[in-house]
Nanobody, 121 residues
């Protein structure tokens, strides 16, 4: 099994910054994609950013230029640096890890418990 533990959420004023971290542990295959999703109040969960084990990144349009995803592969930790935060960024942020078992070709997806980010004055 894989466990994901997020940290770094909190309250910040508009224009402020935060850094989220997510540590993954357990049986993790070397080829994987880690990412951040968020769920704003009253909305569906949406993709924020992803990063492959090789370092390729993708950021959703609403956060491009403000959020940056990065990772360490040993241990498996993913970060989300957020600057110029806006009230619309208020959400529960979830860490995600996707991997394919090389022995069975079964795809697996794991989620963290979520961390609250609140942007308000």
């Amino acid at each position: 099994q894989v466990q994901l533990v997020e940290s770094g959420g909190g309250w910040v004023q508009p224009g402020g910054s935060l850094r989220l971290s997510c540590a993954a542990s357990g049986r993790i295959f070397s080829q994987n994609i880690m990412g951040w999703y968020r769920q704003c109040p009253g909305k569906e969960r949406e993709l924020v950013a992803t990063i492959t084990s090789g370092g390729a990144t993708d950021h959703a349009e609403p956060v491009k230029g403000r959020f940056t995803i990065s990772r360490d592969n040993a241990p498996n930790t993913v970060y989300l640096r957020m600057i110029s935060l806006e009230p619309e960024d208020t959400a529960v942020y979830y860490c995600n890890l996707k991997t394919t078992d090389p022995y069975t070709n079964i795809n697996n997806a794991y989620w963290g418990q979520g961390t609250q980010v609140t942007v308000s004055s």
